[in-house]
Structures are given as structure tokens and as C-alpha cells.
């Protein structure tokens, strides 16, 4: 069964660096044939994927975060991370991580249960 | 403003069906991308319904049916349960921004 579980501050000040971990088990990052995502949910409002890294270390961003967003993975302790630099409220939300799979326009077939992130002086 | 354009909201009594568009573009659904539902119960994490535009992984009941024709898609719903009751997205890829989209989400309303 794999099963993902984000990590995280819930409280980042405005313009500093928000940083989440996913810790991926059941299954092994290195092992290929999934990126591994991060996708946000601001209050009461939808979906918005964030970007996703492939275990060699590619990296694909959401165009209108690129810039902010940096996406690592540690194959060594399976986990995976995302920063986003220069928070401020908008950056307030859900955070999920997810498995997605390289075929098929990107479907994502397990996700964690989310973390709350509040940017907030 | 989504890339993928859901109804904000949808309605049914018990026993009826109901269905949820996404349309898309020539970018994603129409360029041939698969699209995806996600079913998100109250304080949850979305959930994997329909993968492929009609799949339905293991678990999923048979009521839930998906299907893809030109730039958009539909998820259908038959014999509504009050547990149906949730936020549907549909997702697919983009070529154009080079990633994943999603739809803005339909609230389902079992009445």
C-alpha cells in the first residue's frame, strides 16, 4: 500500500521560504516510472498543481509559479520536498503531495492527506 | 480562471443520475490528453475516480462513468447515494503550459 505523508511548518512569515517534506512509503522513489507531485489547495477554491520531480532529478514546474518553486528529491531516505521562496498570503493553503504517473497526461493515483500552511506575521 | 472549465455546481435527488462536464482546448483534452476525475469528500484528500477518461481503479462502484469526446469530458454519476456528495475535478495535461490542469471543481449537491 503506498501512502505518502506531508511534513511541514504550518506557519511561514511573508517573504521568507516555505518548506514541505513528503515521505513516500510503499513504494520507492528511485524505483522510476512516477514523477512525484505537489499540487495546493488556497481556502475553499480548487486544484492547483504546483510541479513534480522524477527521481533522477527532473523537474517540471506550473509556469505561474516558476521562479518561486524549487522541487528536490532524497532517494536515500525516499522523500521528496518543495520549497517556494518569497511567500506571502496567496501562498496560504493545503499543500498535497501525490504519485503521478508518467503515462497518460499525468495522472496521480495516490496522495497524501495534506498539510495547512498559513503565512502570517 | 481554470484551464479546464467545470460547472461550479451540480444537483440531484437519490437514485438520479447526474453528469459534470470539463471542457478543455486544443492544448490538452483536444490534443488528445487523457483526462482524469478526482472525487474530494468533505475535509479529504482528492481520491482517484476515472483514470484514462473511462477507467475506473478497483473499489470505484460501476455507478461512476467517465467519457471523453473532442475538447471536453464527462463524468456521470447514476443512482445518486448522499455519500456522493463532494467536490469533483477533472484533470488532463497541457502542452501548451507544459503541465498538469485542473478543472475549478463541481460541488455535488445530493438532495
Known amino acids: 500500500q503506498v501512502q505518502l505523508q506531508e511534513s511541514g511548518p504550518g506557519l511561514v512569515k511573508p517573504s521568507q521560504t516555505l518548506s514541505l517534506t513528503c515521505t513516500v512509503s510503499?513504494?520507492?522513489?528511485?524505483?522510476?516510472?512516477?514523477?512525484w507531485s505537489w499540487v495546493r489547495q488556497h481556502p475553499g477554491k480548487g486544484l492547483e498543481w504546483i510541479g513534480y520531480i522524477y527521481y533522477s532529478g527532473i523537474t517540471y514546474y506550473n509556469p505561474s509559479l516558476r521562479g518561486r518553486v524549487s522541487i528536490s528529491v532524497d532517494t536515500s531516505k525516499n522523500q521528496f520536498s518543495l520549497n517556494v521562496s518569497f511567500v506571502t498570503a496567496a501562498d496560504t493553503a493545503l499543500y498535497y503531495c501525490a504519485r503521478t504517473s508518467l503515462r497518460g497526461a499525468a495522472v496521480s493515483d495516490y496522495w497524501g492527506h495534506g498539510t495547512r500552511v498559513t503565512v502570517s506575521s | 480562471q481554470s484551464v479546464l472549465t467545470q460547472p461550479p455546481s451540480v444537483s440531484g435527488a437519490p437514485g438520479q443520475r447526474v453528469t459534470i462536464s470539463c471542457t478543455g482546448s486544443?492544448?490538452?483534452?483536444?490534443?488528445?490528453?487523457?483526462v482524469h476525475w478526482y472525487q474530494q469528500l468533505p475535509g479529504t484528500a482528492p481520491k482517484l475516480l476515472i483514470h484514462?477518461?473511462?477507467n475506473r481503479p478497483s473499489g470505484v462502484p460501476d455507478r461512476f462513468s467517465g467519457s471523453k469526446s473532442a475538447t471536453s469530458a464527462s463524468l456521470a454519476i447514476a443512482g445518486l447515494q448522499a455519500e456522493d456528495e463532494a467536490d469533483y475535478y477533472c484533470q488532463s495535461y497541457d502542452s501548451s503550459l507544459g503541465g498538469v490542469v485542473f478543472g475549478g471543481g463541481t460541488k455535488l449537491t445530493v438532495l
Open positions: 484514462g477518461n473511462s
Open positions: 486544443s492544448s490538452n483534452i483536444g490534443a488528445g490528453s487523457d
Open positions: 510503499g513504494a520507492s522513489i528511485s524505483g522510476g516510472g512516477y514523477y
